[in-house]
């Protein structure tokens, strides 16, 4: 009984020490898109920077807990699977619909902006629809 | 040692929700509002999953789910909602 006690206790170290890295990681991650969230100037950049930094933060954190439950109980939990791979799926949907959406009713772009390359096509469809309800 | 990292990295998250209250609140456009709010709910995910690490109880992975469902369905709905005014179309 002390022999495992004492594997189990090692174990459970290693699992301590695993699981703070990831989430720490992620944790400093999801600081460095909050960061972004107020510090860029549109709401496209702001997209750009929300978007991938939430999701690798996210998915660290999911991940270091994973890794915690599994190497401290040897508990390997479907749910939490099922939770990496659906932000895993659906943060980079929602964030492209949320931009998508922000160009469709006009959000203008930042000064500081390059260029429009969306703006020729979108002027150019209206300008075929103009021409097929004239004729 | 274990128990001061994860709460100072509770610390630091709730820190990162009060940068994105920010943006939700005086964000320009309603664009901006609604990526704030969708990352509000991507860290209350990553807040639940810190908590039942610090609790070290596996009741709450349930939650966990439940919000990433939610959080999608309402910021597929906003997005739809400010692109065309509607959220469901009617057939014609």
């Known amino acids: 009984m002390p022999d495992t006690l004492k594997g189990g206790s090692s174990l459970s170290g290693s699992a301590e020490i695993i699981g703070a890295l990831f989430i720490f990681i992620g944790v400093l991650i999801s600081f460095i898109s909050a960061v972004g969230l107020v510090r860029f100037p549109d709401v496209y950049t702001r997209c750009h920077a929300s978007s991938k930094t939430s999701t690798l933060g996210v998915l660290s954190i999911l991940t270091g807990t994973l890794l915690y439950f599994l190497m401290s109980e040897g508990f390997f939990s479907i749910r939490l699977i099922l939770g990496i791979f659906f932000v895993f799926l659906t943060a980079p949907v929602s964030s492209h619909m949320i931009s998508r959406a922000a160009y469709r009713s006009n959000v203008p772009l930042a000064p500081v902006s390059a260029e429009d390359e969306l703006k020729d096509y979108f002027e150019g469809l209206k300008m075929e629809t103009e021409e097929m309800t004239l004729q | ?92």
């Open chain 2, 1 to 92: 040692m274990f128990d001061i990292i994860i709460i100072l990295s509770l610390t630091i998250l709730t820190l990162t929700i009060l940068l994105n209250l920010y943006r939700a609140i005086k964000g320009p456009s309603r664009a901006d509002r609604v990526q704030a709010l969708d990352a509000i709910g991507f860290n209350l995910i990553a807040g639940i999953a810190i908590f039942s690490v610090l609790l070290n109880t596996h009741a709450y992975f349930d939650l966990i789910l439940l919000i990433g469902i939610l959080s999608f369905v309402g910021t597929i709905s906003f997005a739809r909602y400010l692109e065309r005014g509607v959220i469901i179309e009617r057939k014609r």
